[in-house]
């Protein structure tokens, strides 16, 4: 399935040939972490230069102020490495994360369910979302994020069956009234690796991490009571609670800290350069106290480590990043408070794909141009839409609201795996629906959706393999609607991929008139 989705998302990847939306961006941040281990500010004309060729005459000295992590442009670093300064390199690292991305659908829901059939179709359903699809061919940093994010989510669930099995085969050599005590968890662990990437991609993997952190305390609590262990939760709180948010939480904030390795070493032109922002003085300050600090002892190596550098140089590193962080938190949060975008969309609309986004278009295609053969007085285009399956997207709000009646009524944790991650995936942004925000940071969404999906078809199919009535209709339903998938992924495929289609075949396309 996985081979598949890879087969599916590089075909024409290297079209549009331009910088599509905020490639413009971190194509070059990318490129600049690669060969100058920070992201530095480029001349006017870069586009037009790296697009012609040149892809080293444009970069100025001075530091650039970036305002998400680093991880999603190293990641992007990675495919202009292998395949050079062009579309094609820039893009294809986002191609392989969200094959992967599959991969881990696959796995997550055939863990969740009990069965590979239905993982296949989880993974199927995802690799067949136009948010998925178009994602993982533009050089944009969220789908590095909902990669990560999902790793660090099947990690949890992992977690959570090793912590309950080893619990279960335990029972019989409790310590004291307390229940077994398992302090080590390797699954958790792992998680904390994944998440801190992702939030070292972008902040908003700290809902998540702290919505799914939450829930499985709240599962080992449950785990120690099932064992009637007395004062379960209160005691689960020291030997689960605290143990899980070191090893879930604290190996995620480490990770997140190296990520910025590459600015660290490079901390004295931070210094310089960007201690007096215009998101500085949003706090009223004018400069990094830290700026003005002498730096003599780390001329030439960066001052990130004790190894280079004496501590109060390391401190004062520190400080900085502390002081750019903040910089940034107060672009995100005041500085876009009054700026609009054509594109922009009210999250409480998301589900319903109130608003998708436009990433690259040609219009106006004559007659004869380019192979157009639109009829008389009609044109052509090509376009490159962020916009999700609606068939999917649609199907999947009625999902999620019989996930969440399943979870309470059936008490089934697993429904509440799908519930827990859309709420902390997109309800948080229900708090920044004045700014300019974006359909496709949906994507983090997207997961959870399709979860609920499949776990809904595999209710539907029922438990018994054997035929049954029940079984009959589960299949043709379920049946009914991946069809319905596929095909509305055949007939948004050139919307999606930069196709050359008439403009009343465009029209046809656009469901809703917030669409156009």
Known sequence: MALFALAVRLVRLGEPNSFAFDETYYAKHGWSLLHHGYVRSYAEGADEAILGGDATSSWLDNPEMVVHP???????????????????????????????????????????????????????????????????????????????????????????????????????????????????????????????????TKWTALYPLAAFGVWLWLSNAAARRALRVPWAWAKSVVVDGIPAFVQLVGVAFVVYVLSWTGWMLNAEEYEEHLSDTQYTRFDGGEKWASAVEPDAACDGVGDAFTSF????????????????????????????????????????????????????????????????????????????????????????????????????????????????????????WLRYDDRTIFLFYAIAILPFVVLALTMVIGTLLGPDRRPSRRRTWGAAVSGVFVAAVVLAFGWFWPVWTDQLITHPEWLSRMWLKSWI
């Open 70 to 200: 680093e991880v999603g442009k190293w990641m992007i670093a990675l495919g202009e490495w292998a395949f050079g300064m062009d579309p094609t390199g820039w893009r294809v690292a986002s191609v392989v994360a969200g094959s992967l991305m599959v991969l881990v659908m696959c796995r997550l829901a055939a863990r969740l369910t009990g069965s590979v059939f239905l993982g296949l179709v989880a993974g199927f359903l995802l690799s067949l979302d136009g948010l998925h699809l178009v994602l993982s061919r533009l050089a944009l940093l969220d789908i590095f994020l909902a990669l990560f994010m999902l790793l660090g989510v099947h990690c949890v669930i992992a977690d959570r069956q090793w912590f309950t099995a080893r619990m279960r085969a335990a029972a019989d050599t409790a310590v004291g009234g307390w229940g077994p005590l398992l302090l080590g968890r390797p699954w958790l662990v792992a998680a904390g690796l994944w998440f801190g990437l992702a939030a070292g």
């Open 309 to 428: 550098c004496a501590p109060k140089e390391t401190w004062q590193t520190f400080r900085s990043l502390g002081s750019y962080h903040r910089d940034a938190w107060n672009f995100h949060t005041q500085f876009l408070n009054d700026s609009t975008h054509t594109y922009a969309s009210k999250p409480a609309g998301w589900l319903l794909m109130n608003r998708p986004v436009g990433v690259a278009a040609d219009l106006d295609i004559q007659p004869g141009d380019q192979g157009c053969e639109a009829a008389a007085g009609s044109t052509c285009l090509r376009q490159v839409l962020l916009l999700g399956n609606p068939i999917l997207w649609w199907a999947g709000c009625a999902a999620l609201v019989a996930s969440l009646v399943l979870w309470i009524g059936r008490r089934d944790w697993r429904y509440g795996v799908a519930v827990v991650g859309v709420a902390s995936t997109w309800l948080p």
